[in-house]
Each structure stands twice: as C-alpha cells, then as structure tokens.
C-alpha cells in the first residue's frame, strides 16, 4: 500500500479493505505515523543517485553523461552550420562544451561514413552548433557530441504527466569514486534515520534508462534497457584498459540508432554493457550489503535507474536482492519477474498508478485494471509471483468507489491463487519451447516491439501494442518458454527444446537481423527442424536477404517475403488447406494484418490463411520436422489457442491429448502437481462455459461469470 | 481490320462501319478474295522464326535454348536429388541432356552463393534429376541447366486462352547460319506468294519475350521485355570472342530472377542485350531490305519474337521499319508507341482481340474498350500516333452490336483528334520532366510494376495494377517527358531538366536500387535539387538502404521509410498541411495505400496526407529546390491533376497561370500549335463541365457528356 503525506487516514481504509500487509513511503513523501503502527512491513523508497538534491545542484561535473548525435544535414555549400539541440529537450541536456575536442567529439560524414578529420571542424558556443569546414557540397554531415543529463527523466516525465512544478531532479554518476563515497555516507545515515523501514525499495540502482525529449517534450528516442546514459571520462579510460581498445562516440550514437534494443547489438555494444554490468554489480552489492548491515531487506523496482541489473543474470543474486518488483501491464510483463532466476521473493507493481492522468474526473482506472488483470492472470496461473502492490496517492483511488471495490476482488483472486497453487509452477505439456533471438535470457519477455509500434497512435478504441503480440499468447500457454540468444545454436539446437520461436519484425534483434548471415546459425536450425524439431516464424523471421531470398530459412517456413527483387517471381497459386489439423483455428484467427507480401516458396507450403494472395498462416513439413509460420499474431483468446495448437503440431504431437485443457479458448486451466489441485479462470468480459478434459479422459464442465475463476 | 478464314462478309460490314482503310491476314488465316477486290492496304502478318512448322519440327537442334534453374532445395544428407522441371511445363522445354556438361551447366550451393565442383553432380536422365554428390546437411542447392523451348510461348498462350488443340508451334533461332540461310529462302519464296501485300506485319523478328509457365499452364516467370531465350552455343561462344569473357549460367538464372527488367540489371546483362540486339538488328535490316526489294512496306508489331528490336533506340530506324504497330490497353501503352524515335508511322492494336475469351456468353467487350480509350486518348492528345487497329474474329465482333456502335463512334472520335491536331504534339507548359530509373529511354514507358503486381489477384472489383499509376497519370500531362537513366546523371543531371521523377518499389529498376550506392548519382540528385531543381519520388524512391536511412535522398525528400532498424527513433509529430499550394488536391487524392511505413525526417517537412502516422503524401523545401513524395499515385483524374500541381510546384512555378487547363481535373484540355485548335476531352464516364482558362486569361466554358469530346 503506498502512502502520501498527510493521508494515513485513506490510506488505513485501503489496507483494511484490501488486506494489505505492508506500506511503502512514496519517492518524496514520508511515512504517516499511523500507518506505523499497525506492524506491518514497511517499504521505504530511495534511489540514491538521486537522493540529495542539493548536492547533486552543486556537482554538476558529477551529473552522468551521454553521447547524442544530430540528425544528418546536407551540406550546400563548403562550410554547414548544425545546431546541437535542435530537437532535443535543452532544458534536460546540456552539452559539455568543455569536452568539444577531436578524441571525444566526432562530425561525420554519413554519404560514406566517414569521421571528418580534426580541424575541418570547430565548435561555436555562442551558436551552440558545430560549424563544418571544407564540407563536400552535396554529402551529409553530423555531430557526435557529449552532454550532461541535466534533468532526470522520471522526474522529467513526472513534471510533464502529473503536473509537477518543484526543482527538476538530477542525478549523479556513482562511477566516480567521490560520488561514490559521498553516496554511500548518505546511506548509512538514511538507513539510520529509517528505523522502522523493514524493506528498503531501491528505485534502482546507478544509471536511468533512456528517455529523450524533444523541445515539445514528446519522446524521441526510447529504450528501457538502454545503455546510453553511463557515460563518464573515467568509465571511457577504465574501458580502454580493460577490454584493450577505445570506444570512438560512433560506437554509441550507432548512426542516431543509438544501440537500441530492439537493434542487433554489435560485439562492441555487448562489451560496454557488460563493462557497465560489473560496476552496478559492485555498486548494488554495496548497497544490498549496507541495508543487511542495518538489519533490513533489500528490494528493487524494475525501473527507473534500474540498467545493469539484469534480472535473468545471477547479478541481483550476487547483489543479495531479497525482492524483485516490477510493474506489470500483461502477461509478459508478469513472466519478465516470475521467470526470474534467484530465490528472492518477486512482486508486482500494478496500474495504474494512483495518479492524476488516470484517477481525474472522466478516468476509469476501474477498466484499465481489469483488462490488465485478465493478462496478467492468465501468465500468473503459469509461472507464480509472491506479492502484489500499488503506488500513487491512496487518496485519489478512494474517490473512485467501484474500482476499491474491484481491486479488493482482484486481492482476493489473487490469494485464492496462491493457496491453490502452494505458490508453485503449473503442470506444462511435454513441449519445451525456446525463443530465439539476438539476446535471449538476458532480455526474456521483453516486448518485440516493432515497425507497429513506431507508427502506433494513442487512441483509446485501438488495441495498444503492449499486450498484444505473439509474446502475449505465450505468456499463458502451458509450456515451458525459454530464451535462447542466436550464438548459442551455432553447434546445434539445445536437445532440450522441442519448438524455436522466431517472432519480431526483419532487421530487428527479435528477429535476429544479419546474425542470420552466420550459415552455421542458419544451418543449425536447418539440422534441428529435419531432424523432427519445430519451428515458428511470425511477422520477419530469419529475415536477412540473401541473392535468392528474404527470409534466411525460407525453405524451412516454407514461405518468403517479396521485398521487390523477386517481383517478377510469380508464385505458386494456392487454396486454403480445410483439413489440416490446425485449419480451423487458422480460419477463425485475426491476424491483424492484410498485405504481408509473404508467398508460399513451393506447392508444397500449406496455406492456412490469406488475405487475397498474402499469406497470415502457414504451415510447412520440413524433413522429419514441421514449421509454421504467421503473418502477426496479436493476442486473444483464440490466437492463443491457435499458437498453443501450432506448437503442439509443431512438436509432432498433436495427436495426444492435451489434458487440463478447457475446449472453450476464453477458458484458461492450470493444474498444480504440488498441491494436486487446478484453477480455471475466464480470462474474457463475457460469461464463459466449457468442458475441461482431466488426465483419465474424463471431463469436468464449467461456467464461469466475466473474469471468474473456479478452483478444484 | 482483322480478317478470318471464310469471314469475308464480316469484315466487309466492319469496314464499311467503321471506315477502316487496311486489311490484314490474321497469323495463321489466309486473307478472304472479296476483301482484296477493296483495293485497301493489305497486311500481311509472318513471324518468319515459326512460319514454317514442318521443317521446325525436323530441326530440334535448331529450336532456341534459354537457361533454366530450380528452386534451392536443401541438403538433409551427403546426397540431394534435385528434379529439374519440377514446376516447369514439360511440353514447353525440353533438357537438353546433351549438354550437361559442367562447362555448361552448374549446381549451386546457395547457401553461400557458391558452385559446386565438377565431379560432385551427376545429371540421371532416367530421372530427369541432378544428384548432388557429399552435400553439406543444411546447405541449399539448385540446378542451372540449358532447355530447349518446344512450344512457341504465344502459341501456348493461345492453346490455354483460346482452346487450340492444333499441332503446337515452335520457332527456330536465326543465331544458326543454316537456319539464317533457310529463312531468308523462305522469306523470299513467301514475299513471291504475297502479290496483294503491300505492307509486311513482322510479328515481330529473332527472339520471343518471355513467359515460363508452370505444370497447370499457369505463369511462373514473365518478361516482355527479356533477353532469356536467346541463348546457343553459338553466341554463347561468339559472345565470348567479342566481349573477352563467357557468361555462366549464374549470370542467366541471375539467383533465380532471371534478370527480369524489373531488377536492376548487372553490367553482364547489359552486355549480353547489346549482344543480342546487334544480332536482331543484322536480322531485321535483312528481312526489311527484302522487303522494300519485293515493293512493300515493313510494319513491326512490338510483342512476340520482338525482343531485340528496342523502339526507343534508333536500331529500327536503321533497319528500315515504317511502321510501328504497339497493342494499347492504357496510355503508358500509347506513349510507349508515340514517343518512339525516327520517322516512321505508328499504329495502336487496341483491346480487347476479337477472341473467344472476351467476345463470349457474359463477356463485356465494350466496358474494357470504353475504359481503355479514355486513358488512351488522354495521352494521346499529348503525343499524337497515325493509325488505330483492331485483331481477332470480326465475326466474333459482330455478335456484339453495342461494341460494334462503340467502336464506330471510337474510331470517328480518333479521326477528329487526327484532325484537329494535324497528327502533331499538343502545347507543353514549360515544366520538363525526367523520369530517372535503372534504365533510361530503352524502358520508356514500360510500366514500372511493384509488389503489388505479384499479389495481384484478377477481380472485376479491383483496379488492374497496369494502367493505374504515377506513370499513367503522367502519360496524359502537358509536360514533356523522357527517361533518364541514373548512370547518365553521375556527373550532373541534364540542364534541360526542371523535375526529375523517381517512381518504383525499393529494390526495383525503377527505383534505382542500389546504383543509389554509387555517391555521385545522389549527390548530382542533391546539387540539382539544391540550386532550384524539383524532386518527385514514389513509391520507394531512392531505396538503397545505408546506415542511417532507407531511402538514400531522405534528406532531399524529408521523408524515409522506417525498414524494422529504427523502430525506437521516434518520428516528429505532425499536422497536415492546410495551407500549403498542393493542400486541396491531395486532401482529395485517394493513394490507394494504408501502411506506408513512411515518416517525416524532421519537422520542416510538410506532411500533405497521412492515415495516422504513415505519411501518404508530403512535401519539402530543400535548398533552392523542392520535393514532393508518393506514398503511391493510382491512377485518377484528380490524382494526375495532383501530380501535375506537385510537378509545377516543384518547378518553382506555382504562381504562373497555365493555360490550357480546364478546372475540372476530369476535362483534359490540349492546345496545337500547327494547327491553332484546341480539343477538350471527358476522361470520365460522368457528366462534366469546367471552364477553360485560355493563354489571354479569358475563360471558356465547356460541359461534356461521359466519354465526349469537343473541338474549338
């Protein structure tokens, strides 16, 4: 239960009603001394590198740093002027006019990408812009520049959503020894001052993840998981020495890609994360280490200066993180903290948050839970999490009665939940699926965001593309799902893995990008499915042209994307296959999309779905194996059955039966062998009925009200 | 007019209604004596490669070879069996087993785009099939093997089309000095026979276009205007001897795409098309000397065996041809046959043929000729051509006395335009385009198909693709036009350019692909543009992706296609442009597209129309000079009347009166200066009325009926 200042009175009718156990002081306000009295755990919140304000003010040397580029201008004439803020946000970055020299600035030329030499290029302070001379009229030139994070980005996102007008807050980088120091002196007089605090909520650790804003404040740049705001002269020095060669400012700003994720990380990129991951280990080793010593226990929140922690590593193990919290709109979100390795406890943070975007007068935080809440069950009833919690201002959920009431129903769902399942796994069916990417296990259920999601428009009668991808119907499909980085089958497919996914648009690292021009990873997959294995392909999958071909493993899915070269090409004509054993679920799914450009490569490929002639689902017999493959699947009830199906014929079993399995789609069924008991839920608004086939073949019917749930 | 075996009293009606002033003997059908006794011009059609069939059939060693190749397939063990004509038609090609010869025939291993050595592969004649000898498990291979073309591709046509059960034609290669020798004897002893003839139909010289069709006669490859079926050993040898180097069989199959001319084509090809096209020249300067010496004219239809003959190069004009006969269904088809070089005469063969696939129970020739000749007379009221003609079964014609009436009205309409125009050009504003692909003139007017093409499915609801795009709407503009291609830009584009044009999909030779790599072609687009050039791009104009952009002139542009690489790159936010001079017209453009995947590269790009965040239609100032983008431009009235605002805007000249215009985008007006008269035409099957501005300012009034004309 979040607290605010002054309101322990709302705060007290929550706990009671909802049955909370512990509160937690919201980042700036302090803990009612009612609350403390009732002896239940008490959260307090710090992020240290933002925790003294007026210190930070007077360092600014010790603000942390970033390389930004602009975008590439042409050159008209012999000299170019470019302005180094022209979009960017000048109240959140300012640049480090000190540092403007040759070796950390770059001006490049990006019609043959090449740096400009020193001294055909000079910095103008007094224009804020780089001024290029001797620039070849015609080429494209720009400006790889240092600058400081003037304004923290939560803070700055907080001024913007919520209306906040205090001093904007700043952070510091602890990579500097006297930061350091300074910090940890702070923290062990909070911790002192902090007596009653029984759990320490770390939000987070020592680097924020990347948000940039332009003049408008509207994002421009934005990675969750992103590196790029580590940057200090001592960490550029100290990774030169350890890993024998120096990082120029091209290798961060990535052609303004700036490393994205969501991009195929180069080999240089991997080493500065894993430069940038040994020193938040130390430091949140530090931190957990102090928060023992005062005899507390330390959790941290997936968020905020959250980068370097690396949940799916043994690094918050190492730490000595007692409790993973994350917030969670859906599934995925769900399985990125249950799938944690780690014997911490885990929990989560749901929305919304109790704040005035959404708690306003015409809001319905009410329909934003529940939708969130059927998502979230659904991947909950696989894979369990311990604890739930909210944040905001108790005061404002109070003026909204009916969604006091729901959440109090949601507690309860949630508690039934866990007495069914002893807090243990569900029972999987024997296919053991692996997700295939660019990073796999350190970025499990991460979003594969992709081209959508660039050109996505917040409207309110649009599916948002959170919670609405492949990764979605997975998260509550009972198999087991890991995630597998494309490096690691270059001798061959892991024996324990009956299906690969391979999901996420061409050129992305879900997808897998050029690691595909790699023939021993391609091959691999090639050997792997031939010899009876499984393999699904949705939206680009294995895209990487190559002379003859789009996607890498077009004979393995049996189809390709016509990206203009084959246009000539006309391919096999085809009829949608009626009697396959996954035709019925293929003809009743929305595959949300209508020109693929994706072509059956032979007669051969069976034709599941199409819009016309661009093919939404196919499947493929491939050797000894089989493949399938989507156009997109977003999620639903029946798009996940549909995978569910596709990987079970995938694996070469669908002649089994699937027990604890409703035949009602919008039914979802989880057996726990630990405590011998199941659960079904209706994860849908409607009222649901169906049959649930037990283990012995008999059946057990159920009905259950719009988001019920029944246990057995 | 056409004429048929014993139809002589159809064609006499036809004539006498129609006012037809030439007869021609259909291929194959001999010319009826009563229509003789008319005293008319009489054509007579021989495609002298296929004129006489028995000693074809006598001389299979003589019949023309094209190299084929087969969809990679993969390696499960050390052995691969690999079927030659597994999709290919059997009676359409023949294996040349005889030269399965590792110097004339190749395995690829395609995976690495690599040959397999000799001594690896076996060719089995049993099993028409290549076993490949310690394969490599996972690797893909294919067959590059010569064939013999069995069945004349338009004679095939014609069996599936028109239900021909007779004898199936084939056609002999020339290349071969015995077959030149008896040709040419043949052509002369037929020249003796032809005493009524007076001009000579050649249908068409050496070499047919291509079409591959599949085991169900269905298309698998097709290239009007390619050089695949020209191959012997003979010019493969002499091809050798002139240009120092021999052609593999990679660089026919070309990976499988077979050097369409939708492909940017390599420097190989070009030289293996300039090869061919001496030849074809030597050929057709000898059949139209004998002509001339036998007293007739030669015409030459551009289909068929008429690859070689490239009209828009002066090769025609150097053989001796006076007549240019092209088949038009549109005006790109038109232009494709006005534009052409040298004196000569030029006919149109309109459709729909007088055949039994349109001219049967239901079908509905009219509507087809109806909509055919309003785009066709759009064009050609720009660029005049001298003749009209019709093919196929007058009595088949006649059975549709509505078409009849039409095409009598048609060909009065034709006479008039012929009239008032004194078969000259109309008045151009001062606004001259250059159409800039991979090509240049030799592919002028071709239609530049895309993607869309591929999966194109023939339904009476949907828009032919031909006929409806940027090139169509620009075929009827009073703009001159000519085809640039982008190797003639390297080092400056031509002074007597205002806008430049670049319409196609990426990847395509109507883009450019990736000849945009070479830098001097975009920094010539980029310096022309700079100092007051216009830029229109369509489609995927300038596609050639690098580092940081996928268009390369997204800078010129100010637009660029997010391809999957910068998915976290978030565009600048946008509001249509209200005010700009283009605003109105491209609010009511309709672009045929939904997901363009295309968004402002900064905010000084003017976005004209959008569906949400994909941009349709935009434009941007860039130094002196402008662009505008396409999303796509389907043909319309209002849609070439945007592309003729967008051509004027970008030319800087938005402000200057054009006379001529009607202000009804549905009434197209042209002005003769040869003649002083002026003609308005309705291009719609409505109503219209529109005022007229003439060049003294003075306006004048018109209103059409759907179809109508009128002269002044």
């Excluded at 249950?338 to 943070?349: F, I, V």
């Excluded at 949630?414 to 399942?421: K, Q, V, Y």
């Excluded at 035949?663 to 659960?679: E, H, L």
């Amino acid at each position: 239960m979040p607290t605010e200042k002054g309101g322990g009175a709302s705060a007290l009718e929550l706990i009671r009603r909802w049955g909370a156990d512990a509160v937690r002081d919201c980042d700036g306000t302090a803990l009612p001394s009612e609350l403390l009295e009732l002896g239940l755990d008490v959260y307090s919140t710090i992020c240290l590198v933002r925790a003294d304000e007026e210190w930070t003010r007077a360092h600014p040397e010790y603000w942390p740093m970033k390389y930004l580029s602009t975008t590439p201008a042409p050159a008209f004439g012999e000299t170019l002027e470019i302005p180094l803020l022209e979009r960017l946000h000048p109240l959140k970055y300012e640049i480090r006019e000190d540092l403007a020299t040759p070796s950390l600035w770059q001006v490049m030329d990006r019609t043959g990408e090449l740096p400009v030499p020193h001294g055909k290029w000079v910095y103008d302070p007094a224009k804020k812009a780089v001024r290029v001379l001797g620039a070849c009229p015609g080429h494209l030139y720009s400006v790889s520049f240092l600058a400081t994070v003037a304004w923290d980005t939560t803070s700055m996102y907080n001024h913007l959503t919520n209306g906040w007008t205090r001093e904007r807050v700043r952070s510091v980088d602890p990579y500097y020894p006297e930061v350091w120091n300074y910090l940890f002196e702070y923290f062990d007089n909070w911790l002192a001052d902090h007596p009653q605090t029984t759990i320490v909520r770390l939000t987070s650790l020592a680097y924020h993840f990347n948000v940039d804003f332009d003049h408008d404040c509207r994002d421009v740049f934005r990675d969750w998981t992103g590196y790029q705001e580590c940057v200090s002269l001592k960490a550029l020095d100290d990774f030169e020495a350890q890993f024998g060669y120096r990082l120029t400012p091209e290798d961060f700003v990535d052609a303004g890609r700036n490393n994205a994720t969501g991009g195929v990380p180069s080999a240089r990129w991997r080493d500065w994360m894993s430069f940038v991951q040994r020193f938040v280990l130390r430091f949140g080793r530090e931190l957990c280490q102090r928060v023992h010593r005062a005899g507390k226990r330390a959790a941290v929140f997936h968020g905020d200066h959250w980068v370097g922690l690396e949940p799916f590593t043994d690094n918050p193990t190492k730490m000595g993180i007692d409790l993973h919290i994350g917030a969670a709109e859906d599934g995925v979100a769900l399985r990125r903290v249950s799938d944690t390795p780690g014997t911490m406890a885990k929990e989560l943070r749901l929305y919304p948050y109790f704040f005035p975007d959404v708690f306003r007068e015409g809001g319905d935080p009410l329909t934003e839970s529940r939708g969130d809440w059927l998502k979230i069950r659904r991947a909950l009833l696989r894979r369990p999490i311990d604890r739930i919690g909210w944040g905001g201002y108790p005061s404002l959920a109070l003026k909204f009665p009916a969604f006091c009431d729901w959440v109090a129903t949601l507690c309860d769902q949630f508690r039934e939940i866990l007495d069914t399942s002893g807090g243990t796994p569900a029972l999987d069916i024997p296919v053991r699926v692996g997700v295939l990417n660019a990073w796999g296990t350190p970025r499990a259920w991460i979003n594969s965001f992709g081209r959508d999601q660039k050109f996505f428009e917040k409207r309110t009668d649009v599916v948002e593309v959170a919670g609405s991808n492949l990764l979605e119907c997975l998260a509550g499909l009972p198999v087991s799902v890991r995630f597998i980085a494309m490096e690691e089958i270059r001798d061959g497919v892991p024996s324990d893995i009956d299906v690969l996914i391979n999901d996420g648009d061409a050129f992305t690292a879900w997808s897998g990008g050029d690691l595909w021009g790699d023939e021993r990873i391609a091959s691999a997959v090639r050997s792997f499915v031939a010899k009876g294995g499984g393999f699904i392909g949705c939206r680009g999958p294995t895209a990487d042209p190559t002379s003859d071909r789009f996607f890498r493993l077009a004979d393995v899915l049996g189809v390709d994307y016509e990206d203009g070269r084959g246009i000539q090409n006309v391919p096999v004509s085809f009829s949608i296959d009626r009697t396959h054993s996954l035709a019925a679920s293929a003809n009743s799914a929305n595959f949300g999309i209508v020109e693929s450009f994706v072509f059956p490569r032979t007669s051969a490929t069976t034709v599941l779905a199409s819009a016309g002639k661009h093919i939404l689902c196919s499947a493929n017999v491939y050797g000894e194996g089989r493949s399938v493959y989507f156009a997109s699947l977003p999620y639903s009830c029946s798009n996940s059955r549909l995978l569910l199906q596709s990987l079970v014929w995938a694996a070469g079993r669908e002649s089994e039966r699937i027990p604890w399995m409703a035949d009602n789609p919008a039914i979802d069924v989880a057996f726990f062998p630990t405590t011998g008991r199941m659960i079904a839920v209706n994860s849908s608004n409607d009222t649901q009925s169906g049959t649930i086939t037990l283990p012995d073949g008999t059946e057990r019917n159920v009905s259950l009200p719009p988001g019920g749930q029944e246990m057995a």
